[in-house]
């Protein structure tokens, strides 16, 4: 593409090229990054509309300081990108092959990094403090493949705290986490948080592990309701997103999962004979595995294992005459919360 020096209109510059007809090309400057000092013209292409092209006028020094691959690259001998570019403005021009919207995203966190900085806060200090907006924004995941990519080390850091923010590594944030977002969606106060599969590829795009359990397991989860009502109202998983080795990972996990249940019922029913401390003057045994297999059923057919977990843990709270013995109930609430802790330790290996 020859220099932008045809006639400005505006913000465009409209331009024709005959060798099978007339295409316009329409290269528009950035409103927010179109600085006078600046040093470097960024432009990207739509992939859409590949006659449409976005400038964005800035400093080589700002992108040095933030990311080590244009710090490299800058460092290199002094005026062999300005001579081997194209110029515009007196500017060397760079293009970057990256989606158009991704750039700006990047940009602007870099040149206006206190909104970013404040959400983030707020997200890791105290989620209900996040009102009328994102949880995690989709601008995120642009801003930290693009961190990622540049080796923008300060920000990166920055979005995966957000990320882990809402997809923990700890099983208490977790649960808590997702009884926030519960209420919170409810009154309206955030948006839905994305889809795992989206963040599964984001993870292993940006190697950022530390996340994939959890959105492992809200995969699982999502996939079981859909199955089990078949309701197109419910949350839909692109599978797609995800590679044959994930894909994998996801079905072993499922079959883990199940298998950790089957277990714990098995172990539950024989160990609940021997517990020390039941009262055989109270406690029913054939009572017990009456109600055990009963809640066990029901764990089964629920998609959210960690919830049922909490469910049935306060369903011990019941008085019957002819069930466990208090200290069975006690008994069997810590074998409850043991299990769930092992099978969230379980997710990430």
């Known amino acids: 593409m020859a220099n932008l020096n045809e006639q400005r209109i505006g913000k465009k510059w409209p331009r024709t090229e ?35 092209h976005t400038l964005y006028k800035i400093h080589k020094y700002v992108l040095s300081l933030h990311c080590a691959f244009f710090s490299s690259l800058f460092d290199g001998p002094v005026g062999a990108l300005d001579a081997g570019s194209e110029q515009h403005d007196g500017c060397p021009i760079m293009d970057l092959p990256d989606d158009p919207e991704d750039v700006r995203n990047f940009l602007m966190a870099l040149y206006f990094p206190a909104e970013t900085h404040l959400h983030v806060a707020a997200l890791c200090a105290d989620r209900q403090d996040v009102e009328s907006g994102d949880l995690f924004p ?10 990622h990519k540049y080796e923008a080390s300060s920000i990166r850091k920055l979005v995966v705290e957000a990320l882990e923010a809402q997809w923990p590594s700890e099983l ?13 969606q409810l009154w309206k106060r955030v948006k839905p948080l994305p889809l795992p599969d989206k963040v599964i590829r984001l993870a292993f795009d940006c190697n950022v592990p530390s996340v994939l359990p959890a959105a492992f397991y809200d995969l699982a989860c999502i996939i079981d309701a859909n199955a089990q009502s078949g309701s197109k109202e419910l949350r839909q998983a692109e599978l797609t997103l995800l590679s044959a080795d994930e894909l994998s990972k996801l079905l ?7 298998g950790h249940l089957i277990r714990l019922i098995e172990d539950t029913a024989q160990n609940q004979r021997g517990w020390p401390g039941c009262d055989p003057e109270i406690c029913r045994p054939s009572a017990f595995e009456q109600y055990w297999y009963l809640e066990c059923a029901s764990a089964l057919s629920d998609a959210s294992l960690l919830s049922w977990f909490s469910h049935c843990v306060e369903g011990l709270d019941f008085d019957d005459a002819s069930g466990p013995c208090k200290n069975c109930k006690i008994k069997l609430e ?6 769930r802790a092992d099978l969230w330790k379980g997710l990430s290996s």
């Open 138 to 147: 989709q601008s995120y995941f642009g801003i930290l493949r693009l961190a």
């Open 172 to 184: 208490d944030d977790w649960t808590d986490m997702r009884e926030d977002r519960g209420r919170l």
């Open 252 to 258: 072993r996990g499922k079959a883990a999962i199940r």
């Open 334 to 339: 810590a074998h409850l919360l043991r299990s």
């Open 18 to 52: 005959d060798r099978d007809g007339c295409v316009e090309v329409s290269v528009v400057e950035s409103e927010e990054l179109w600085l006078q000092d600046g040093s470097i013209i960024i432009r990207t292409t739509s992939h859409d509309l590949p006659q449409v």
